[in-house]
């Protein structure tokens, strides 16, 4: 791949980033059943065995006394416990060891949960290829037909997407450019991760992944 320098080569790199993280943010969203959905103000449970004496704006009113007491007792709240999607600074990245086999490369991308909460992925995360001189490489990320899902990662546990490429030239390829380091945008995230990556990159610079999915390994 020919390089740029200077101001040129800044430019290339912002567009790309821009690309990537465009598709990113929109294949890491929930999809509409992993939505929490908040249920309507004033709706209380109905009374099991066909007692209605506390029905009504009476009723209404016990059971918000009922529930102030208990918040108030427990001293914390469901917006204090709920789980957030993890962000950039809350991960780690690695790529892990690699399956080589007539030309074909297959690896774990790898991220882990480095902070003290528990937060969770979903979907695909973006891709872009460095080589040793600082410079982007054309990087073709091909998302794989497999339907994304949560993955929830306690303190220090990690998810994976399978990453795949050729090593072997084709069509009109002479040679393959070989990365050095991989930028790495979680799902739904702005800032990336970078972390080595050592691999000739054939097919014009595609690589396959597939989305994240609980555990380190394929």
């Known amino acids: 791949m020919k ?5 040129g080569r ?20 929930l999809a509409p059943s992993e939505r929490s959905v908040t249920p309507a103000a004033g709706a209380l449970p109905q009374v099991a065995g066909g007692d209605t004496r506390l029905a009504g704006p009476k009723a209404a009113s016990a059971d918000a006394r009922l529930a102030g007491s208990a918040a108030a007792g427990s001293g914390s709240s469901g917006a204090e416990t709920a789980v957030e999607r ?18 074909q490369r297959y690896a774990p991308l790898v ?21 040793r001189n600082g410079d982007a490489l054309r990087t073709r990320t091909r998302r794989e037909s ?3 899902h949560r993955v929830t990662l306690r303190p220090g546990a990690g998810a994976h997407a399978r990453l795949h490429w050729t090593e072997v030239p084709s069509g009109r ?14 799902p739904d995230e702005v800032a990336h ?16 992944i597939t989305p994240m999915a609980p555990g380190t390994r394929l």
């Open 193 to 208: 991760l970078e972390i080595p990556f050592t691999a000739a990159v054939c097919d014009d610079g595609r690589l396959d």
């Open 3 to 7: 390089r740029s320098s200077g101001a």
């Open 10 to 29: 800044l430019t290339a790199l912002s567009t790309m980033m821009a690309g990537v993280l465009m598709a990113s943010a929109a294949c890491g969203s």
């Open 146 to 148: 497999v339907q994304p």
């Open 173 to 186: 390829e002479t040679r393959c450019p070989a990365a050095a380091r991989l930028m790495i945008i979680p």
């Open 111 to 131: 991220v882990t949960n480095r902070s003290a909460r528990t937060c969770w992925v979903y979907g695909f995360v973006g891709l872009i290829m460095i080589d």
């Open 86 to 103: 993890c962000r950039t600074g809350a991960l780690a990245a690695r790529v892990g060891a690699v399956d080589a086999g007539a030309g």
